[in-house]
T-cell receptor, first 113, second 116 residues
Framework: GENVEQHPSTLSVQEGDSAVIKCTYS??????FPWYKQELGKGPQLIID?????GEKKDQRIAVTLNKTAKHFSLHITETQPEDSAVYFC????????????FGSGTQLTVLP | GAGVSQSPRYKVAKRGQDVALRCDPISGHVSLFWYQQALGQGPEFLTYFQNEAQLDKSGLPSDRFFAERPEGSVSTLKIQRTQQEDSAVYLCASSLIRGRGNYGYTFGSGTRLTVV
């Protein structure tokens, strides 16, 4: 089955700096890669996603890049703000009848004021 | 409703007790998923429904875990004879399927189960 590795596990940045979180996946059949933000006591919230026919996608301060050959994808947050502090999860889903996501282990992002 | 609703938010069970966790998905969402999230980890897949049909239950850790969605809307995850290793947050998510497209999930806030 699919295996998703996520790095780093913790990340501290100064307010206004950029943050980058990286993930690798094992199943070459995976074609959908969402990123979730989880705040304390809440469920994961989808912040951006990318499909395998696209190499990059941007939404305001958030961008995701995908390298299918190397089987890795990254989340980039620019101009970080204290409210960006949370746990971020990457995930991957293969095509086919099974529609579940396989999640990475999470990155605790702390934005220091 | 506007989002995925889960109840109860917190549940403390004595070891050996049976529990039932409820999920009310977004109206009209065809797909419903249950995930288990241990402390400090990412969510792990338990089971998947398309309408009332349980199409995948490969993630259920043992036969003590049972899920149902009899009318294709509300779902219940039942855990029999709870054990300490069942302590986790149980997340429900729903998704709208159109054709073969991939769409993101909407998660509920979860039920935190503590087995003592």
């Amino acid at each position: 089955g699919e295996n998703v590795e996520q790095h780093p596990s913790t990340l501290s940045v100064q307010e206004g700096d950029s943050a980058v979180i990286k993930c690798t996946y094992s199943d070459s059949a995976s074609n959908y890669f969402p990123w979730y933000k989880q705040e304390l006591g809440k469920g994961p919230q989808l912040i951006i996603d990318i499909r395998s026919n696209v190499g990059e996608k941007k939404d305001q301060r958030i961008a995701v890049t995908l390298n299918k050959t190397a089987k890795h994808f990254s989340l980039h947050i620019t101009e970080t703000q204290p409210e960006d502090s949370a746990v971020y999860f990457c995930a991957a889903r293969a095509s086919g009848s099974a529609r579940q996501l396989t999640f990475g282990s999470g990155t605790q992002l702390t934005v220091l004021p | 409703g506007a989002g995925v609703s889960q109840s109860p938010r917190y549940k403390v069970a004595k070891r050996g007790q049976d529990v039932a966790l409820r999920c009310d998905p977004i109206s009209g969402h065809v797909s419903l998923f249950w995930y288990q999230q241990a402390l400090g980890q990412g969510p792990e897949f338990l089971t998947y429904f398309q309408n009332e049909a349980q199409l995948d239950k490969s993630g259920l850790p043992s036969d003590r875990f049972f899920a149902e969605r009899p009318e294709g809307s509300v779902s219940t995850l039942k855990i029999q004879r709870t054990q300490q290793e069942d302590s986790a947050v149980y997340l429900c998510a729903s998704s709208l399927i159109r054709g073969r497209g991939n769409y993101g999930y909407t998660f509920g806030s979860g039920t935190r189960l503590t087995v003592v």
